[in-house]
């Protein structure tokens, strides 16, 4: 019996921690979508960002240790990219049905309330910036529950990759040690 047949499959565990950083994916979403409306859902914000990486480390050195610490850095990596894969896959569903259909005009209003946000700054730069959302929103250019939820899952996948890189690389220059 070879090594590979002793490990875990790396697409199968990835998916099964995506769903747990999932979930922290759509409490990060929420809570921006929320602090239009309730302010102290804002503070969830930061605290659930910084838990990202925490919570990847976490998996990705579990993953180590059972494989006996054996986990070469493609396979760390590539189990990270599962986890935001599936996991910002969740956060994007709920992105859409959020957008879609409960409060499909909050993408509008966070234009809004960002160009009157820039339309108080003093500068040249930010008048201009201002009068180009104004702009956007009058002329309906906003982007579309889809398009957002689109985005979402391409940033979180791109981003949790980078991260999982970094990640992968820390804990297997721990086995140097």
């Known amino acids: 019996m070879g090594y590979e047949a002793e490990t875990y499959n790396v697409y199968r565990r990835g998916a099964s921690d995506g769903a747990l950083m999932g979930l922290v994916l759509c409490g990060i979403f929420a809570s921006w979508a929320l602090s239009m409306r309730i302010a ?12 990202v990486p925490v919570l990847l480390y976490m998996m990705l050195r579990r993953a180590y240790r059972a494989d006996g610490c054996r986990s070469t850095f493609a396979m760390l990596w590539m189990h990270g990219i599962c986890i935001f894969f599936f996991g910002t896959l969740l956060m994007a569903a709920l992105a859409l049905a959020w957008l879609r259909w409960f409060e499909p005009s909050l993408v509008r209003d966070s234009l809004l309330q960002a160009a009157d946000v820039y339309a108080q700054l003093p500068s040249a730069q930010a008048q201009s910036m201002a009068k180009a959302v104004h702009t956007i929103v009058e002329q309906n ?37």
């Open 40 to 51: 102290v859902a804002s503070v969830a914000f930061p605290v659930l960002c910084l838990a």
């Open 141 to 177: 250019m906003v982007p579309r529950a889809i398009d957002i939820a689109l985005a979402l899952l391409w940033a979180g996948v791109f981003s949790g990759s980078i991260l999982s890189i970094i990640v992968a690389a820390v804990i297997r220059a721990g086995k140097k040690r």
